[in-house]
Antibody
Framework: EVQLVESGGDLVQPGGSLRLSCAVSGFTFSSSWMSWVRRAPGKGLEWVADIKQDGSDKFHVDSVRGRFTISRDNAKNSLFLQMSSLRAEDTAVYYC??????????WGQGTTVTVSS | DIQLTQSPSFLSASVGVRVTITCRASQGISNYLAWYQQKPGKAPKVLIYAASTLQSGVPSRFSGSGSGTEFTLVISSLQPEDIATYYCQQLSSYPITFGPGTKVDIK
């Protein structure tokens, strides 16, 4: 069974940093593009970042570019999102997901990031 | 950026009724469109990919159609367990974007 488990969410002050992790099992992690998606309170889904199988290509939404970085460790079946210069508007549940050309197929349960003083 | 609009934003219908949700893209996206269902406190779940392909394990009362700029998600017979918010998503080009969502309730 494919499983994605996010961790690392926390309460952090504005301007602070956080690293989210996504532990993957049940499939060949190194063969899959991966994504981060978030949902802010009372709002809809927002794509955050994608990374290619070998990490050679990365894409980030404009609102986080330069502050967030997606990365992966295929040897450890893990996906990461390094977040810095956090703002109140980054408060959200963050999901990792496997990504194919036509959909985000399998999702984790999410981890909550709250940015507040 | 490709913008997606959904209509309606909210709908309330009786059990057994046919429900249609529309998603329109600001430019052509071929069939690079997916539909997701999200229930409160849960992760999104893909229902339809490539505009019209039913994800394995998803009930056959769900169906998708369309290409280019106009797409529809149909629930042929609404069930109580279908209470959720439904999102369309385009994967044609970056940035990947989602529609604003359609909240479905039972009357």
């Amino acid at each position: 069974e494919v499983q994605l488990v996010e961790s690392g969410g926390d309460l952090v002050q504005p301007g602070g940093s956080l690293r989210l992790s996504c532990a993957v099992s049940g499939f060949t992690f190194s063969s899959s593009w991966m994504s981060w998606v978030r949902r802010a309170p009372g709002k809809g889904l927002e794509w955050v970042a994608d990374i290619k199988q070998d990490g050679s290509d990365k894409f980030h939404v404009d609102s986080v570019r330069g502050r967030f970085t997606i990365s992966r460790d295929n040897a450890k079946n893990s996906l990461f999102l390094q977040m810095s210069s956090l703002r109140a508007e980054d408060t959200a549940v963050y999901y990792c997901a496997t990504k194919s050309r036509y959909a985000m197929d399998v999702w984790g349960q999410g981890t909550t990031v709250t940015v507040s003083s | 950026d490709i913008q997606l609009t959904q209509s309606p934003s909210f709908l309330s219908a009786s059990v057994g009724v046919r429900v249609t949700i529309t998603c329109r893209a600001s430019q052509g996206i071929s069939n690079y469109l997916a539909w997701y269902q999200q229930k409160p406190g849960k992760a999104p779940k893909v229902l339809i990919y490539a505009a019209s392909t039913l994800q394995s394990g998803v009930p056959s009362r769900f169906s998708g159609s369309g290409s280019g700029t106009e797409f529809t998600l149909v629930i042929s017979s609404l069930q109580p367990e279908d209470i959720a918010t439904y999102y369309c998503q385009q994967l044609s080009s970056y940035p990947i974007t989602f529609g604003p969502g359609t909240k479905v309730d039972i009357k």
